[in-house]
């Protein structure tokens, strides 16, 4: 079985591999012709041509969801969408989207050859970068879509998207149509649409559009280049200092925050699920957004705007412009609730700070507050939290009890586990000062001291090393050692 699917995952990633080294920007006037197989023996076959006009209807439905995100966008064009000449029905008339896209990419690859525009648009990578990447691996595939890692020429590592040619989507299609090439072109739109959003909702909680490819000779290819982050697992995510975990929910709120007014309007994220992110350098970035709707939903009455969840049903108001107003914030919000702050902030949390987590936690499980006052909550936590405010009754005198030994650190070895750590095999967490610091090693048994450098936490919190023992110091300006008054130590010089 595991060679069988090793042999799989080759043969997609060598398509895409081969596609990458055969890709050049083309012309496509977007006609979906007539083939030998719609005729047989001479005859007609009104069967295959049902089939293949069936699939171009739902071409031109895809097609025509993507021209409103283009409406007005950052690249100039305007798109429209018309039909072309008599007698031609069973064509996409003009395909002015193929023709903007590989307009966009032609840019592009000009901007790299001339370096005549900002550094942003010169790093864009385009189907001549992709040509000589390197070092491809593996990282994971879906119902539309495979995923490769990449190494462009100037050494950065890349995420490579592009359409999976044995996932459940194309073999649907295929089944459905026979039509190989029509079906690629149908189920590329989805990451067509991925690009444009990423494109228009440009975000530090967003991945980044590194470049994309779009070909149409002899078929349409695309490929999206994005940001490369690392899978958001939750399960590793529960071990984590409770700091962290904060982290990740803090760039969830400020990207909801961004979304619920973005330069495309009110957008809903259709697909809440921590596997549509990844985290890059400890942040929480979306990178998955072909579900994403951007636009209220419309309705005529008010039980239009209803949320269903599992547990719950929530509504809005009908506006007079008949739209659910509020209604994409509301389902974005409590998405967020369900799957990540549940389990990700209320857990290790310091006491002082419980009663502000508790009142976050209400108000997002029964959205008694909107995205405003949430981003405000959180903002109020971490000022707290940085400035040392919610430390209560943490007295100097605690310090009285160590001796300070300046210039020094320990030797590198595993000590006594604590949890949650930053290091699995010792006590390694994050503190204020010195003081929060001794307090800590007073509540451990085993420890008989810390040791503090200059490492800092995102939040600009020392991270301290708690020992039971001090065998060892060796000589080190950036260094500081705290040990307990009686406990033994020795000096390596």
């Known amino acids: 079985m595991q060679h069988s699917l090793s042999i799989a995952l080759t043969s997609a990633a060598l398509i895409v591999l081969v596609f990458l080294l055969a890709a050049k920007v083309s012309m496509d006037n977007g006609y979906v012709r007539l083939r030998e197989r719609d005729f047989n023996n001479g005859k007609f076959n009104s069967v295959g041509v049902s089939q293949r006009n069936a699939l171009l209807s739902e071409i031109k439905e895809r097609h025509r969801g993507l021209l409103r995100y283009y409406t007005g966008s950052a690249w100039g064009f305007s798109l429209t969408y018309r039909k072309g000449p008599a007698g031609r029905g069973l064509g996409l008339e003009d395909d002015t989207f193929s023709r903007t896209l590989e307009k966009i990419d032609e840019v592009h690859v000009k901007a790299l050859s001339t370096g005549a525009v900002s550094a942003a648009a010169a790093a864009a990578a385009g189907c001549e970068e992709l040509r000589s990447m390197s070092h491809f691996e593996f990282l994971g595939s879906g119902y539309t879509k495979l995923v490769l890692k990449g190494v462009l020429p100037n050494g950065t590592a890349v995420a490579l998207k592009s359409v999976n040619p044995q996932g459940v ?179 290790r949390a310091p006491p002082t700070l419980q009663p502000l987590l508790d009142g976050i936690m209400n108000s997002t499980g029964d959205l008694s507050s909107g995205i405003n006052k949430t981003l405000e909550a959180f903002q109020e936590i971490l000022h707290l939290y940085k400035s040392g405010q919610y430390l209560q009754n943490v007295s100097s005198s605690l310090l009285k009890d160590y001796v300070l030994l300046k210039g020094f650190r320990t030797k590198e070895s595993n000590d006594y586990k604590c949890w949650p750590s930053y290091k699995q095999q010792s006590c390694l967490l994050s503190v204020h000062d010195m003081k929060e610091a001794a307090g800590i090693c007073n509540s451990h048994s085993q420890c008989q001291g810390f040791t503090v450098d200059q490492q800092r936490t995102w939040t600009g919190r020392s991270l301290t090393s708690f020992r039971s023992g001090f065998s060892d110091l060796i000589p080190d300006v950036n260094s500081a050692i705290y040990v307990k008054k009686g406990a033994g130590f020795r000096a390596t010089a």
């Open 169 to 347: 989507d194309m073999k649907r299609c295929v089944e459905g149509f026979g039509d190989v090439e029509g079906c690629y072109r149908l189920v590329s739109y989805k990451l067509i649409k991925e690009i444009v959003l990423l494109q228009r909702l440009q975000h530090p909680n967003v991945v980044k559009l590194q470049g994309h490819c779009y070909t149409s000779d002899p078929g349409v290819r695309v490929t999206a280049v994005l940001e490369l982050g690392s899978p958001l697992e939750m399960i590793q995510l529960l071990q984590t200092p409770w700091e962290e975990r904060f982290r990740v929910c803090m760039s969830l709120v400020k990207l909801l925050h961004y979304l619920a007014s973005s330069p495309l309007g009110s957008v809903c994220l259709l697909d809440f699920q921590p596997r549509q992110f990844v985290v890059v350098d400890g942040e929480l970035k979306l990178s998955d957004i072909d579900d994403a709707v951007a636009g209220e939903l419309s309705c005529r009455e008010d039980r239009d705007c209803t949320l269903q969840f599992p547990t719950r049903n929530f509504s809005s108001p009908c506006s007079a412009d008949g739209q659910c107003r509020g209604l994409n914030e509301k389902r974005n919000l409590y998405n967020a609730f369900r799957y990540f702050f549940t389990y990700l902030l209320p857990h």
